[in-house]
């Protein structure tokens, strides 16, 4: 993760994270309501964001940035990618609440695929989100992906067992837009 470029866009950047990131990011892994339909329940203090940055940063299959403002270094959310097969990634994302509204995360995400697509050649990214998860459903289809399915009863999470759409994105369809 050393390596890893720093990605820019119009108005955002997204480094490497770090453990140091875990302040700014409790924002978020902090929050009820915007853990609802994260994989695992909001983080009781500062502490527990910190252990769980530093559990994914040293994992080789994800790589994940944080997003940042240009002109100011503190992250205000995160985006990550996991090859799942070759030359198909799983991406995810999270945004504090106080940055929500701005078009942050879809151009963080857009960037990432900018990466994955033009720039590393991966033919396939998808996501998945809870079916209730209207911000993060919106948010893909407008960004071009395709409802690829429902799979029930996926994910044992904090609020139970709940179902996932499967969104996915190809390559040619992200050149051509």
Same mark, same amino acid.
């Given at each position: ?47 527990? +964001? ?10 080789s299959d994800w ?6 403002? +240009? ?17 198909? +990634? ?61 799979l029930r009863a ?20 992200? +050149?051509?837009?």
């Amino acid at each position: 993760m050393a390596g890893e470029p720093i990605l820019e866009s119009a108005r955002l950047r997204l480094r490497p994270q770090r453990i140091g990131d875990a302040e700014a990011l409790f924002e978020a892994y902090g929050d009820a309501e915007l853990m609802h339909y994260w994989s695992s329940g909001p983080h009781a203090d500062v502490v527990d +964001t910190r252990d769980y940055l530093a559990a994914r940063l040293d994992k080789s299959d994800w790589r994940g940035w944080a997003i940042t403002l +240009t002109d100011d270094d503190r992250a205000i959310g995160t985006v990550a990618a996991g090859e799942r097969r070759s030359g198909v +990634t799983e991406i995810g994302y999270m945004l504090v609440r106080s940055a929500w509204g701005h078009g942050y995360a879809r151009e963080a995400v857009s960037r990432v695929i900018d990466l994955l697509v033009r720039e590393e050649g991966h033919r396939k990214i998808f996501a998945d989100t809870d079916p209730d998860n209207a911000a993060s459903n919106a948010l893909l289809a407008s960004l071009g992906f395709h409802r690829e399915g429902l799979l029930r009863a996926e994910w044992e999470t904090h609020i139970g067992v709940r179902d996932t759409v499967a969104w996915g994105l190809l390559a040619d369809e992200w +050149t051509s837009r």
